[in-house]
């Protein structure tokens, strides 16, 4: 589906340009996926090249990775981790296991799909993916981010009674610490 | 007329300068890693970023007013300081002014962490402060041994001392166990390893930055580029003869600062206790000693 590009004044499209360019990374390992990050970093592949660094703080993470399964324990904290991230933010879910369960498709305590419950901008195909994979998935989110077609996140904003719908109904009742509809209003995103 | 202009214009050229450090400091780990590395302008795209962010969280009123502090306190400090065509300021404060205010941005940075109740945060500033009796007694007395020798507390003074006659008055050579414990105590004052216990991504998540995202963030980013050109521009007046123009500071700051990254980028980290240790059995002897030479 092609997505429907809002228009942005020029100064948007130059801090656009200038900010595509720094995508701090927080990588939620809960699965076997995370080992393909090592080497992501380090002198064989290096992403520092494009200015996507590892960061270990959610106030300070523009990307949150998912690397491989969640089960219902975990969601529950990816979600009060992506709720604490500062807009503009993307999640790419990593591995098959974020895409349709992967491997843990019958289990009964993981979720199947990921984009039920947080907006995922790009997912990587893969049980595991490799390093080239991640580079490639990463040089995507930042050509789409260019072209202003990655904002998932405002979507998280605008339908925030769908995402919580389908996280209350399997993780039952439970309140986060970010009252979302009353960010949207305050910082004009709705 | 041209004071104004150097005032107006003064924070912008150290922000720059500090931007190209950061950038060149990135690079070196990188190049040392056998890596490629970010372009050297990555920190512009890094605060480019940072403010704009289009959410940001505030936990309060004290939260906000210690990022004016912090940036506040760090403009205080640069314009004491003396360089190539503007000494404006440095005539009415002296290096006793600037060991004074350049002790208001940590200050504030603890202030504003106490706001957002985050136990990594705390912690980080605890080992910051704790960090700061280590490294600021070494670096008064090799301070203290060079007004001794010169007989004059005003850098701009001591720079044009050291000046006056070549390489042969330079601190480091009419001095060299000043010049050695202040170089170990600058290593502390950047907090790069092995004296990087505050910020500790792998222990404390970053310490101080924990609860700072966005707008916050770039502040601190920006406060930290102009704090490394304060800090080599001290050590350079003090011990290495200051500059007479723009270039020649930049290279001798630049020597300082590769010196400062080679000992970063092979070790490890000291735990606080040990690093004020270190402090105090190493650095502080030599200054002392220093002084010593000075007086008999």
């Not at chain 2, 004296?195 to 101080?208: L, N, Q, R, S």
Request: hydrophobic letters at 50%; one cysteine or more.
């Amino acid at each position: 589906m092609e997505k429907q590009v809002t228009a942005r004044n020029v100064w948007e499209r130059i801090f656009t340009k200038l900010n595509k360019r720094s995508l701090w990374m927080l990588h939620y390992c809960t699965g076997c996926g995370a080992i393909e990050l090592p080497p992501t970093m380090t002198a064989r592949f290096d992403m520092e090249r494009f200015g996507i660094m590892p960061m270990v703080t959610p106030r300070q993470a523009d990307i949150l990775l998912i690397t491989g399964y969640l089960s219902l324990k975990t969601l529950k904290r990816v979600i009060l981790t992506y709720e604490q991230m500062q807009a503009p933010k993307w999640v790419v879910g990593f591995g098959s296991c974020t895409i349709n369960g992967g491997m843990y498709w019958n289990s009964y305590i993981t979720i199947k799909s990921l984009d039920q419950y947080l907006p995922v901008d790009l997912y990587i195909a893969g049980c595991m993916p490799r390093p080239e994979a991640i580079i490639e998935a990463f040089n995507t989110l930042i050509k789409r981010i260019d072209e202003g077609k990655a904002d998932a996140w405002k979507d998280y904003y605008r339908n925030y009674d769908f995402y919580k719908e389908n996280q209350r109904k399997v993780l039952g009742e439970f309140e986060t610490y970010v009252d979302i509809k009353a960010d949207a209003k305050r910082f004009g995103i709705v | 007329m041209s004071t104004v202009l150097w005032i107006i214009l003064y924070p912008f050229i150290a922000f720059f300068i500090g931007i190209f450090f950061m950038g060149y400091s990135r690079k070196f780990n990188a190049r040392v890693q056998r890596r490629i590395g970010p372009p050297i302008i990555q920190p512009l795209f890094d605060i480019s970023k940072l403010m704009s962010k289009k959410t940001n969280i505030s936990h309060g009123y004290m939260h906000d007013i210690a990022m004016l502090m912090l940036l506040g306190g760090t403009l205080l400090t640069l314009m004491f300081i003396p360089v190539p065509g503007f000494h404006y300021f440095s005539q009415y404060g002296d290096m006793l002014v600037i060991m004074y205010i350049i002790l208001v941005p940590p200050l504030g940075m603890a202030l504003g962490v106490g706001e957002t109740a985050n136990p990594n945060g705390s912690i980080g500033i605890s080992r910051a402060l704790m960090l700061l009796a280590g490294y600021d007694v070494p670096f008064t007395l090799s301070f203290i041994g060079m007004a001794i020798l010169n007989h004059t507390t005003s850098l701009y003074k001591l720079i044009q001392i050291q000046q006056s006659g070549g390489i042969a008055t330079w601190g480091i050579v009419t001095n060299p166990f000043l010049a050695a414990a202040a170089l170990i105590a600058l290593q502390g004052m950047m907090s790069e390893k092995p004296f990087e216990v505050m910020i500790a991504p792998h222990e404390i998540a970053t310490g101080p930055m924990t609860e700072m995202g966005g707008k916050y963030l770039g502040i601190m980013f920006i406060q930290h580029a102009i704090n490394i050109f304060i800090e080599l521009t001290i050590f350079t007046s003090l011990f290495l003869g200051g500059a007479l123009n723009w270039v020649e500071l930049i290279v001798k700051q630049f020597i300082v600062f590769t010196i400062v990254l080679s000992v970063n980028v092979v070790f490890g980290r000291y735990r606080v206790d040990d690093a004020v240790k270190f402090m105090w059995k190493i650095p502080v002897p030599l200054a002392i000693i220093g002084i010593l030479f000075v007086i008999f």
